[in-house]
Protein backbone atom coordinates (compact mmCIF):
# COMPACT_ATOMS: atom_id res chain seq x y z
CA UNK A 1 0.00 0.00 0.00
CA UNK A 2 1.15 3.65 -0.74
CA UNK A 3 0.50 6.41 2.02
CA UNK A 4 0.54 9.87 0.98
CA UNK A 5 0.24 12.64 3.51
CA UNK A 6 -0.83 16.31 2.58
CA UNK A 7 1.43 18.74 2.98
CA UNK A 8 -1.39 21.14 4.39
CA UNK A 9 -2.32 18.52 6.45
CA UNK A 10 0.82 18.60 8.35
CA UNK A 11 0.99 21.99 8.47
CA UNK A 12 -2.87 22.94 8.69
CA UNK A 13 -4.54 26.32 7.78
CA UNK A 14 -4.90 28.48 10.71
CA UNK A 15 -2.00 27.17 12.68
CA UNK A 16 0.99 29.03 13.06
CA UNK A 17 3.35 26.29 11.05
CA UNK A 18 5.86 25.53 14.10
CA UNK A 19 8.22 22.53 14.23
CA UNK A 20 6.29 21.77 17.24
CA UNK A 21 3.00 22.01 15.42
CA UNK A 22 4.15 20.38 12.28
CA UNK A 23 5.43 17.27 14.54
CA UNK A 24 2.35 16.82 16.53
CA UNK A 25 0.29 16.53 12.74
CA UNK A 26 2.96 13.92 11.63
CA UNK A 27 2.74 12.23 14.76
CA UNK A 28 -0.96 11.55 14.15
CA UNK A 29 -0.55 10.59 11.01
CA UNK A 30 2.16 8.05 12.26
CA UNK A 31 0.41 6.36 14.84
CA UNK A 32 -2.50 5.52 11.79
CA UNK A 33 0.02 4.53 9.80
CA UNK A 34 1.82 2.02 12.11
CA UNK A 35 -1.41 0.36 13.16
CA UNK A 36 -1.98 -0.51 9.52
CA UNK A 37 1.46 -2.15 9.15
CA UNK A 38 0.86 -3.74 12.67
CA UNK A 39 -2.34 -5.01 11.40
CA UNK A 40 -0.17 -6.35 8.37
CA UNK A 41 -0.41 -4.26 5.25
CA UNK A 42 3.25 -3.55 3.46
CA UNK A 43 3.36 0.40 3.45
CA UNK A 44 5.28 2.92 1.56
CA UNK A 45 4.95 6.61 3.03
CA UNK A 46 5.21 9.77 0.59
CA UNK A 47 3.85 13.05 2.07
CA UNK A 48 3.33 16.92 0.45
CA UNK A 49 5.74 20.06 1.23
CA UNK A 50 3.01 22.45 -0.60
CA UNK A 51 2.64 24.79 2.23
CA UNK A 52 6.49 23.99 3.83
CA UNK A 53 8.46 24.35 0.38
CA UNK A 54 6.37 27.88 -0.07
CA UNK A 55 7.52 28.92 3.55
CA UNK A 56 11.15 28.09 2.28
CA UNK A 57 11.00 30.39 -0.54
CA UNK A 58 9.68 33.40 1.34
CA UNK A 59 12.93 32.76 4.37
CA UNK A 60 14.92 32.41 2.10
CA UNK A 61 14.19 35.65 -0.06
CA UNK A 62 13.58 37.04 3.23
CA UNK A 63 17.52 35.99 4.01
CA UNK A 64 20.57 37.81 4.24
CA UNK A 65 22.07 40.07 1.37
CA UNK A 66 25.41 37.84 1.88
CA UNK A 67 23.80 34.09 1.45
CA UNK A 68 22.16 33.64 -1.93
CA UNK A 69 18.51 32.43 -2.15
CA UNK A 70 17.77 28.49 -3.57
CA UNK A 71 16.21 28.14 -6.73
CA UNK A 72 13.08 26.20 -6.21
CA UNK A 73 13.95 22.26 -6.84
CA UNK A 74 16.79 23.01 -3.90
CA UNK A 75 14.06 24.52 -1.57
CA UNK A 76 12.26 21.02 -2.46
CA UNK A 77 14.92 18.57 -1.48
CA UNK A 78 15.14 20.38 1.78
CA UNK A 79 11.92 20.51 2.64
CA UNK A 80 12.42 16.43 1.28
CA UNK A 81 15.36 15.62 4.22
CA UNK A 82 12.79 17.71 6.95
CA UNK A 83 9.56 16.69 6.43
CA UNK A 84 10.91 13.45 6.06
CA UNK A 85 13.12 13.38 9.01
CA UNK A 86 9.58 14.19 10.90
CA UNK A 87 8.04 11.05 9.80
CA UNK A 88 11.15 8.94 10.15
CA UNK A 89 11.68 9.63 13.53
CA UNK A 90 7.83 9.49 14.69
CA UNK A 91 7.23 6.19 12.63
CA UNK A 92 10.43 5.10 14.31
CA UNK A 93 9.17 6.03 17.83
CA UNK A 94 5.61 4.48 17.23
CA UNK A 95 7.59 1.25 16.01
CA UNK A 96 9.16 0.89 19.44
CA UNK A 97 6.25 1.55 21.40
CA UNK A 98 4.22 -0.72 19.57
CA UNK A 99 7.01 -3.67 19.44
CA UNK A 100 7.35 -3.22 15.62
CA UNK A 101 10.85 -4.49 14.28
CA UNK A 102 11.28 -2.43 11.33
CA UNK A 103 13.56 0.24 10.72
CA UNK A 104 12.27 3.39 9.02
CA UNK A 105 14.12 5.12 5.90
CA UNK A 106 13.31 8.12 4.34
CA UNK A 107 15.32 8.54 0.37
CA UNK A 108 16.29 11.69 -1.43
CA UNK A 109 13.84 10.97 -4.54
CA UNK A 110 14.52 12.77 -7.88
CA UNK A 111 11.23 12.47 -10.59
CA UNK A 112 11.88 13.22 -14.01
CA UNK A 113 9.61 15.87 -15.89
CA UNK A 114 9.37 16.53 -19.79
CA UNK A 115 11.30 19.98 -20.19
CA UNK A 116 8.83 21.03 -22.73
CA UNK A 117 5.48 20.32 -20.06
CA UNK A 118 3.14 22.76 -20.56
CA UNK A 119 2.64 23.35 -16.97
CA UNK A 120 6.37 25.35 -16.98
CA UNK A 121 4.25 28.24 -18.63
CA UNK A 122 1.23 27.29 -16.65
CA UNK A 123 1.69 27.71 -13.32
CA UNK A 124 -0.78 26.28 -11.16
CA UNK A 125 0.97 24.39 -7.77
CA UNK A 126 -0.55 26.56 -4.59
CA UNK A 127 2.30 26.88 -2.16
CA UNK A 128 3.02 28.19 0.97
CA UNK A 129 0.83 30.42 3.34
CA UNK A 130 -2.49 31.80 2.64
CA UNK A 131 -3.13 35.34 2.23
CA UNK A 132 -6.10 37.89 1.61
CA UNK A 133 -6.45 39.22 -2.23
CA UNK A 134 -5.49 42.40 -1.58
CA UNK A 135 -1.79 40.87 -0.35
CA UNK A 136 -1.90 38.50 -3.56
CA UNK A 137 -2.83 41.13 -5.89
CA UNK A 138 -0.02 43.33 -4.71
CA UNK A 139 2.56 40.75 -4.99
CA UNK A 140 1.16 39.92 -8.92
CA UNK A 141 1.89 43.61 -9.22
CA UNK A 142 4.96 44.03 -7.53
CA UNK A 143 6.87 40.88 -8.85
CA UNK A 144 6.51 38.58 -11.56
CA UNK A 145 4.58 36.15 -9.58
CA UNK A 146 1.17 33.99 -9.88
CA UNK A 147 -1.93 33.56 -7.27
CA UNK A 148 -4.95 31.71 -7.30
CA UNK A 149 -7.88 31.39 -4.77
CA UNK A 150 -7.51 27.89 -3.12
CA UNK A 151 -10.47 26.32 -2.49
CA UNK A 152 -12.30 29.26 0.00
CA UNK A 153 -9.29 29.01 1.89
CA UNK A 154 -7.30 32.39 0.69
CA UNK A 155 -4.98 33.12 -1.84
CA UNK A 156 -1.70 31.17 -2.49
CA UNK A 157 1.32 32.09 -4.92
CA UNK A 158 0.89 29.16 -7.84
CA UNK A 159 4.01 27.40 -9.37
CA UNK A 160 4.98 25.08 -12.29
CA UNK A 161 4.03 21.61 -11.15
CA UNK A 162 4.70 19.37 -14.33
CA UNK A 163 3.63 15.73 -14.81
CA UNK A 164 5.62 13.36 -12.98
CA UNK A 165 7.08 10.77 -15.54
CA UNK A 166 9.65 8.66 -13.86
CA UNK A 167 10.70 8.06 -10.32
CA UNK A 168 14.57 7.91 -10.84
CA UNK A 169 15.02 6.18 -7.19
CA UNK A 170 12.91 2.92 -7.89
CA UNK A 171 15.08 0.08 -7.81
CA UNK A 172 16.29 1.34 -4.42
CA UNK A 173 13.16 1.76 -3.45
CA UNK A 174 12.13 -1.39 -4.16
CA UNK A 175 14.86 -3.12 -2.56
CA UNK A 176 14.90 -1.33 0.61
CA UNK A 177 10.67 -2.88 0.96
CA UNK A 178 11.87 -6.06 -0.28
CA UNK A 179 14.79 -6.18 3.11
CA UNK A 180 11.58 -5.20 5.13
CA UNK A 181 12.14 -1.52 5.64
CA UNK A 182 9.42 1.00 5.84
CA UNK A 183 10.69 3.69 3.01
CA UNK A 184 9.79 7.12 2.68
CA UNK A 185 10.09 8.36 -0.86
CA UNK A 186 8.98 10.74 -3.24
CA UNK A 187 8.36 13.42 -0.57
CA UNK A 188 7.17 17.03 -1.73
CA UNK A 189 6.11 14.91 -4.95
CA UNK A 190 10.02 14.58 -6.03
CA UNK A 191 12.59 16.64 -6.97
CA UNK A 192 11.95 17.75 -10.31
CA UNK A 193 14.60 17.14 -13.01
CA UNK A 194 15.09 16.52 -16.77
CA UNK A 195 17.14 14.07 -18.07
CA UNK A 196 18.80 14.73 -21.33
CA UNK A 197 20.14 12.33 -24.17
CA UNK A 198 22.74 11.25 -22.67
CA UNK A 199 20.73 10.39 -19.11
CA UNK A 200 22.25 13.47 -17.17
CA UNK A 201 19.68 14.84 -14.75
CA UNK A 202 19.05 18.43 -13.85
CA UNK A 203 17.20 20.12 -11.68
CA UNK A 204 14.30 22.46 -12.50
CA UNK A 205 11.99 25.21 -10.72
CA UNK A 206 9.60 23.54 -9.78
CA UNK A 207 7.04 21.74 -7.76
CA UNK A 208 5.35 18.18 -8.73
CA UNK A 209 2.35 17.31 -7.74
CA UNK A 210 2.52 14.68 -4.42
CA UNK A 211 -1.02 12.79 -5.47
CA UNK A 212 0.15 12.10 -9.24
CA UNK A 213 4.21 11.53 -8.04
CA UNK A 214 2.80 8.89 -5.32
CA UNK A 215 0.52 7.23 -7.70
CA UNK A 216 3.22 6.82 -10.21
CA UNK A 217 5.49 5.60 -7.06
CA UNK A 218 2.48 3.29 -6.14
CA UNK A 219 2.46 1.83 -9.34
CA UNK A 220 6.40 1.41 -9.55
CA UNK A 221 6.69 -0.73 -6.23
CA UNK A 222 3.12 -2.21 -7.23
CA UNK A 223 1.25 -1.91 -4.62
CA UNK A 224 -2.11 -2.89 -4.31
CA UNK A 225 -3.94 0.29 -2.21
CA UNK A 226 -3.21 3.97 -2.70
CA UNK A 227 -4.40 5.99 0.29
CA UNK A 228 -4.06 9.84 0.14
CA UNK A 229 -4.49 11.36 4.01
CA UNK A 230 -5.63 15.01 3.87
CA UNK A 231 -7.27 17.53 5.84
CA UNK A 232 -10.56 16.59 4.80
CA UNK A 233 -12.28 13.39 5.77
CA UNK A 234 -14.08 12.81 2.52
CA UNK A 235 -14.07 14.21 -1.43
CA UNK A 236 -17.33 16.17 -1.98
CA UNK A 237 -19.15 17.23 -4.69
CA UNK A 238 -20.66 21.22 -4.72
CA UNK A 239 -17.94 21.21 -1.97
CA UNK A 240 -18.24 24.90 0.26
CA UNK A 241 -21.93 25.52 -0.84
CA UNK A 242 -25.14 24.28 1.19
CA UNK A 243 -25.64 21.73 -1.28
CA UNK A 244 -22.63 19.65 -0.53
CA UNK A 245 -22.36 16.11 -0.63
CA UNK A 246 -19.60 13.86 0.62
CA UNK A 247 -19.00 10.90 -1.26
CA UNK A 248 -18.61 7.69 -0.07
CA UNK A 249 -17.86 4.46 -1.99
CA UNK A 250 -17.91 4.75 -5.60
CA UNK A 251 -16.66 3.15 -8.91
CA UNK A 252 -14.57 5.42 -11.56
CA UNK A 253 -17.26 5.83 -14.07
CA UNK A 254 -18.86 7.76 -11.27
CA UNK A 255 -16.02 9.50 -10.43
CA UNK A 256 -15.43 10.48 -13.51
CA UNK A 257 -18.70 11.93 -14.07
CA UNK A 258 -18.49 14.01 -10.62
CA UNK A 259 -14.74 15.41 -12.36
CA UNK A 260 -16.56 16.06 -15.56
CA UNK A 261 -18.68 18.18 -13.94
CA UNK A 262 -16.10 20.29 -12.52
CA UNK A 263 -16.36 19.65 -8.75
CA UNK A 264 -12.68 19.32 -7.30
CA UNK A 265 -10.40 22.07 -6.70
CA UNK A 266 -7.29 22.95 -9.37
CA UNK A 267 -3.78 22.26 -7.28
CA UNK A 268 -5.66 20.59 -4.02
CA UNK A 269 -8.58 18.22 -4.41
CA UNK A 270 -8.47 17.96 -8.53
CA UNK A 271 -4.95 16.23 -8.62
CA UNK A 272 -5.94 13.71 -5.76
CA UNK A 273 -9.21 12.70 -7.59
CA UNK A 274 -7.14 12.37 -10.37
CA UNK A 275 -4.42 10.57 -8.69
CA UNK A 276 -6.97 7.82 -7.32
CA UNK A 277 -8.90 7.32 -11.09
CA UNK A 278 -5.49 6.87 -12.90
CA UNK A 279 -4.56 4.38 -10.11
CA UNK A 280 -7.54 1.66 -10.29
CA UNK A 281 -8.07 2.65 -14.07
CA UNK A 282 -4.04 1.51 -14.63
CA UNK A 283 -4.78 -2.01 -12.53
CA UNK A 284 -4.70 -1.06 -8.68
CA UNK A 285 -7.11 -2.52 -6.29
CA UNK A 286 -8.59 0.17 -3.87
CA UNK A 287 -7.72 3.75 -3.91
CA UNK A 288 -8.78 6.25 -0.56
CA UNK A 289 -8.61 9.53 0.09
CA UNK A 290 -9.75 10.52 4.06
CA UNK A 291 -8.13 12.37 6.83
CA UNK A 292 -5.01 12.14 8.46
CA UNK A 293 -6.67 10.86 11.56
CA UNK A 294 -8.59 8.36 10.15
CA UNK A 295 -6.99 6.17 8.15
CA UNK A 296 -7.48 2.72 9.95
CA UNK A 297 -11.10 3.20 9.76
CA UNK A 298 -10.65 4.10 6.41
CA UNK A 299 -9.16 0.65 5.27
CA UNK A 300 -12.06 -0.74 7.24
CA UNK A 301 -14.55 0.65 4.90
CA UNK A 302 -15.54 2.93 7.92
CA UNK A 303 -15.17 6.01 6.02
CA UNK A 304 -13.70 8.42 3.43
CA UNK A 305 -13.90 8.52 -0.20
CA UNK A 306 -13.22 4.80 -1.82
CA UNK A 307 -12.69 4.18 -5.55
CA UNK A 308 -13.02 0.76 -6.67
CA UNK A 309 -13.19 -0.56 -10.61
CA UNK A 310 -16.72 -1.29 -10.66
CA UNK A 311 -19.95 -2.46 -8.78
CA UNK A 312 -19.15 -5.77 -7.47
CA UNK A 313 -16.21 -4.32 -6.01
CA UNK A 314 -17.67 -1.51 -4.25
CA UNK A 315 -19.89 -4.13 -3.05
CA UNK A 316 -17.08 -6.10 -0.82
CA UNK A 317 -16.20 -3.06 0.72
CA UNK A 318 -19.45 -1.54 1.35
N1 LIG B 1 -14.58 18.79 -3.88
C1 LIG B 1 -13.81 18.92 -2.80
N2 LIG B 1 -14.00 18.11 -1.74
C2 LIG B 1 -13.23 18.22 -0.62
N3 LIG B 1 -12.23 19.14 -0.51
C3 LIG B 1 -11.98 19.97 -1.56
C4 LIG B 1 -12.77 19.91 -2.75
N4 LIG B 1 -12.30 20.84 -3.63
C5 LIG B 1 -11.30 21.47 -3.02
N5 LIG B 1 -11.08 20.94 -1.77
C6 LIG B 1 -10.03 21.41 -0.88
O1 LIG B 1 -8.95 20.50 -0.96
C7 LIG B 1 -8.23 20.59 0.26
C8 LIG B 1 -7.24 19.44 0.33
O2 LIG B 1 -6.27 19.66 -0.69
P1 LIG B 1 -4.82 20.24 -0.33
O3 LIG B 1 -4.95 21.50 0.45
O4 LIG B 1 -4.01 20.27 -1.57
O5 LIG B 1 -4.35 19.11 0.66
P2 LIG B 1 -2.98 18.41 1.03
O6 LIG B 1 -1.93 19.48 1.17
O7 LIG B 1 -3.36 17.74 2.31
O8 LIG B 1 -2.65 17.45 -0.07
C9 LIG B 1 -9.32 20.61 1.30
O9 LIG B 1 -8.90 21.18 2.51
C10 LIG B 1 -10.39 21.48 0.62
O10 LIG B 1 -10.27 22.82 1.02
N1 LIG C 1 4.00 18.74 -3.53
C1 LIG C 1 2.69 18.72 -3.15
O1 LIG C 1 1.80 18.37 -3.91
O2 LIG C 1 2.44 19.14 -1.87
P1 LIG C 1 1.01 19.27 -1.14
O3 LIG C 1 0.37 17.95 -1.15
O4 LIG C 1 1.38 19.74 0.22
O5 LIG C 1 0.22 20.31 -1.88
Redesign the pocket.
Known amino acids: MAV???????LQ?GQEGTADEQLANVKNACEQIAKLIDSGYEVVVSH?N??QVGSLLIQHEAGSDEVPPMPLEICGAQTQGQIGYMVQQSLGNVFRELDINKNVLTTVTQVVVNEDDEAFANPTK?VGPFYSEEEAKKAMEEKDENWIE????GWRKVVASPVPQKIVETESIKELIANDNVVVASGGGGIPVVEDENEQLSGVEAVID??LATRKLAEEVDADILM?????P????N??TPQQENLGILTIAEMEEYQAEG???T??????VQAVVDFVKNGGERAIITSLDQALEAIEGKTGTQICADKDAVNQIA
Open positions: ALGGNAIAGGPPDSGRKDILTDVNVAIFGHFGGSMGPK
